[in-house]
């Protein structure tokens, strides 16, 4: 990927801009912090950063409305941010405790907001991407206008569950979003040895389904590419595919050394292409805003993430009854 001219500023709103800072830069803030969280052994088990790809979720939670679903694998921090989950609930997730907004038995990689229409957070590959199309199957059941964002990585891209989605989808004109996060390295191997299509998105030309690729380092593309999407599946036309070419900057998880790759190709992709200092740029150029204004939303997004951090070494630890609960869900008998 080339520079980006920063020079050519484009038609969009300061409050856009630095509502849009603010929320990729409590993704990074928060990622960081987890990541120093589990080094000193606060999170168990799997942990999966999302810092270097904040302008994704950003980008689509911009083109998106009240009601409208998400869903996602494994690394799903910055999801749950981008869609207005608090992150005292998610970081007291991620550590463990009966505050967390799974009560602390799901972890980094399985939690759920109702309320905030996010459904997960799922740990086998590929597999949120037929109960996405599941979701969106409900809305139009129901007949109202909802979308669903279905996220899923360039590694899941090659799973064949994805592909009998994309087939129903298509039958059943859902209103799903496939949004394909390609980070170009899926679990360690990089897509140029792990597929020969040109593209990911445009496999779903066998089965009609219309898409595009978008730059992933830019987050008023993927907001535009977004509504594109949206307008798309809201008008009845069936699903869409987003290809979003991003990069991740730590590796797979946190266990992961990610030499796979060199240490200047990831310290060229932050120093050209970062998402967070293109907004910052634009923001700056623009006269839109000063480096000291800057410096206080990193003040005051850090101070949120320090909160979230102590509220979850406070929060109590899940009682073992726990484990007993929300295993079942209770339905009510059917009437003749």
């Known amino acids: 990927m080339a520079a980006r001219k920063t020079a ?32 000193m052994g606060l999170i168990g088990g799997f942990c999966h950063l999302y810092i270097g790809q904040e302008a ?26 981008a869609c207005g989950m608090d992150p005292k609930g998610v970081m007291a ?35 949120q991407v037929p109960l996405g199309a599941g979701l969106a199957f409900s ?8 979308v669903t964002f279905t996220y899923f990585g360039d590694g899941a891209a090659n799973q064949g569950q994805v592909y009998e989605t994309y087939n ?5 004109d859902l209103p799903v979003i496939f949004v394909i996060e ?35 380092m830019d987050v008023l593309a993927v907001r535009e590419a977004g509504e594109r999407a949206v307008a798309h599946c809201r008008s009845g036309k069936g699903p869409y595919i987003l290809e979003v070419m991003t990069y991740r900057y730590r590796g ?20 050209e292409r970062d998402a967070i200092d293109h ?33 979850a070494k406070d929060s109590p630890e899940p009682d073992p009854a726990e484990l007993w609960t929300d295993i079942y869900a209770e339905v009510a008998p059917q009437t003749a």
Do not use: C
């Open 279 to 311: 907004v910052r740029e634009l923001l700056t150029q623009g006269g839109h805003a000063t480096d000291d204004e800057l410096k206080a939303i990193d003040k005051e997004i850090k101070a949120i993430v320090n909160e979230a951090a102590e509220f």
């Open 93 to 127: 997730e991620l550590t463990g405790r009966a505050r967390g907004y799974s009560k602390g038995k799901g972890g980094s990689m399985h939690m759920f907001s109702k309320e905030r229409h996010f459904y997960g957070g799922h740990g086998i590959v590929g597999a």
């Open 8 to 39: 050519e500023l484009p038609n969009v709103s300061k409050d856009d801009l630095l509502r849009y800072y603010r929320d990729m830069l409590l993704i990074r803030r928060f990622e960081e912090k987890a990541g120093q969280l589990y080094g």
């Open 168 to 172: 129903m989808a298509e039958l059943w």
């Open 182 to 216: 390609n980070n170009q390295y899926a679990m360690g191997t990089s897509v140029r040895r792990s597929t020969k299509s040109p593209t990911l998105w445009q496999r779903g030309a066998a089965y009609g389904i219309e898409g595009e690729a978008v730059d992933g």
């Open 252 to 271: 797979h998880s946190m266990s992961d050394p990610a030499k796979y790759r060199s240490r200047e190709e990831v310290q060229k992709m932050r120093e």
């Open 56 to 81: 994704v979720v950003v980008g689509l939670e911009a083109a998106a409305a009240e009601g409208d679903k998400r869903i996602t694998s494994y690394r799903d921090h910055g999801h749950m941010l």
């Open 139 to 146: 809305d139009r059941y129901r007949g109202n206008d909802r």
